[in-house]
């Protein structure tokens, strides 16, 4: 028994066992917790900024932290008062204290806190020495019949580094918690919600206005974000779909076969998803979100190319359960190498360094499988349980003799068709020469690393309604707001140079190549201020030389910036400019340069490390420029392979790859112009360039392959421009819906509220749109008819 004869004879076991699998796996499967067997960083372990982390960590474990959230307290307009200040330092000892069961103790283990009132203890124990041998020799000098000593003038404390200096804005304390955990993890935004909800339930002082930031603060903002988008885009994914498939049938039963058996495909998959995350695979809100609409729109397109021809056989006067056993032989070539494309191509991403993508691309590999099977079982199930009323209220009718769509359809493809074949060289030039306008631009695109973009300032209460600042807590964004009003925004996560000697040196040698170092860094455009070994609390504060103050400041220095006996050295570097901008990247690099300059000046062999927020991105970036490389490369070989396996014609094989590459490289240029004229953005976010990609590779090449199976059928029976034209006109109607359909599917993604989200949504749904009414119906029939190439190693004769 063929695969054909089985899904008549099964049809009623069909969709039983699909309602009963899907039904099971929602019952049964719990929803995925996305922080079990988590890994800490994205970036792998060999990165040299998981590198630096770890090395921190050993000579310096309090600094140490793959994320980092800072909490700003701000009394506007004032000095902060003493009881203002004990609450900050007792509040901020509960960040690591359990709360209502969000993180246990065991989690909070692993965070370090840095508080004001740490720092103030380290200056108050070493002057606390220096009183009590003041006393002393006080009192030898009692006991000797001398005249007491006279006290020196109370020399005033040293000032705090986590306590911003009395300004016109008022006064701020600083409170810094070290997370091991990259800043887009599920473990730091649980942190970072644990924080909040201390903060809520200890409430400030009516005085005190309080915001959370740092790179882990940006991280829960954003997947607050993409939380609140993934309902909003399932709704507006459903919704365009059923309008589209209506206005394409206008039968609801044709409407409902098809998403009826995406939908039962889409609640296995998402359970899928629940069971990899539940057996430590790293797959986030916003992945999940692109598996849902990727998956509709490409088993949709399944689907449609399916009924089309389905409905083919039944206006030919064939019976429903012949008409499925044809449609299946016609069309499962088409339709598996086309899911088998998409799956392959978008699999490469397991390839990538970066753990996102990798565990990305086989999440969506396996959705595209289970679409597949849905579109090759459930709906020929279906379609045939509905026979010829499918198409109610619609009569189907037997086509007119050279009709191959309906009579207005007809028309307009056979026009079209007939203009590309009569002039295939002209049309070929011309597109060519308009794509590539777009095309060069995307070759200057700006891509954006910020994770705050398009994030507002904010403050909300405890249930996470909008309040002004004096009744709620600010977010990541309104957290800058605040520090710019008192520190250089650098503040928030200053770059964190680590030196390590392979030998100890003494604090002499330390010293000399701290100030050399200080000089240096402290001198570059764009650092705002420096606090190392020799100017421990920054620029513009020396103490008295020989004073208690200095000796007290020292014994600071020594602790906060010398590790592990002298064999290592640290300094912060603080810059005037937001630390995940291309600015503050390109400055993080030359701080690194100019240290190992120092360092080799000073014939000091050491290693040089960057931590912090800025290196991290710099790091994010040089990861994942390497990975759309060999993405690239590898989806194009992927694709090239399968297609040429399929149309066995190497010319037209490479034809089609290339077509990507223009089509990929138009719509980026496109988009770069619409973001930056309607928008006003200044770049495009670095996501959507391999995620575009390899969507519009693997996805976009189906229309071509769809055509190009049409074209080496048509090819049989018909002489070569006739071939081509009945090819485009046969395939017009269902190709254009299919890409009406994943153009609105993936432009779904637009209603999201993040920059990412609707950035990847007018890019993808622009690209489907371009494979659809450029590429297929224009550029690649020009490029058959003019070199003559169908598929199966025929050329086209006259």
Known sequence: MTFSDAIPKFRWVIPALWVLAAAGLVVFVPRGDPGRNEVESFLPPDAPFRVASTRLAKYFPRQHGLSQAVVFFEHPGGELTLPEKAYVNGVALKFLQPSDGDLSATDLLSLSVLTPGMIDAAFTAARAADVVGDLRGSLRSAVRGK??????????????????????????????VNIPSDFIT??????????????AKTPPPASLRVAVTGSAGYGHDYSAFVQDSHDRTIAATLIVVILILLLVYRAPAAAFVPLAAISLAAAAAVKGIDIAQNAGVAIGVAERIFVFVLMYGAGIDYSLLYLSRYREFLSAGVSPARATRETLRATLPAITASAATDAAGIFMLVFCRFVIFQTTGPAVAAALMISLLASITLVPALALLFGRRLYWPRRLRPPMPDEQCAPRAHRVWSALAGGVTRRPGLVLAVMLILLSVPAARALRIHWVYDALAGIESTWTDPAGQPVSPEKGIGNAAAGIATAVRHVPIGEI??????????????????????RALTSAVGSLEGVRNVRSLTQPLGEGYAPPPGSKTQLTVQAFAQAEYVGNHGHAMRLDAVMGMHTMSDPAMTLAKTIRQTTESVLAQSGVKATVYLAGATAQMNEIRAVTQRDFRLVVVLV????????????????????????????????????????????????????????????????????????????????????????IRRAVVATGPVISSCGLIMAASLG?????????LRQLGFAMGLGMLMDTFVIRPLLLPAFAALFRRTGQNRRLAE
């Open 186 to 199: 599920y473990r730091a935004t649980q942190v970072v919600r644990h924080i909040r909800g201390v903060l």
């Open 493 to 514: 996560a200053p770059v964190t140079v680590l030196i390590e000697a392979p030998d100890a040196l003494r604090t002499g040698a330390w010293e000399s190549i701290s």
């Open 748 to 756: 779904s993604l637009m209603v999201g509220k993040v920059e990412l």
């Open 147 to 176: 005249p007491l000593l006279s006290p020196a003038a109370v020399e005033p404390p040293p000032p705090n580094p986590l306590i911003t200096p009395l300004g016109p804005n008022g006064q701020a304390a600083i409170v810094r």
């Open 636 to 723: 194009l070989s992927v694709i090239f392979v399968i297609v040429l396996l399929l149309l066995r014609d190497w010319l037209l094989t490479a034809f089609m790859v290339g077509a990507i590459g223009v089509s990929y490289l138009a719509t980026l240029g496109l988009c770069a112009w619409a973001f930056s004229a309607w928008f006003g953005e200044s770049g495009m976010d670095w996501k959507v360039q391999i995620f575009l990609f390899v969507v519009m590779a693997a996805v976009g090449v189906d229309y071509n392959i769809f055509l190009a199976a049409r074209l080496s059928q048509e090819a049989r029976d018909h002489p070569p421009r006739e071939a």
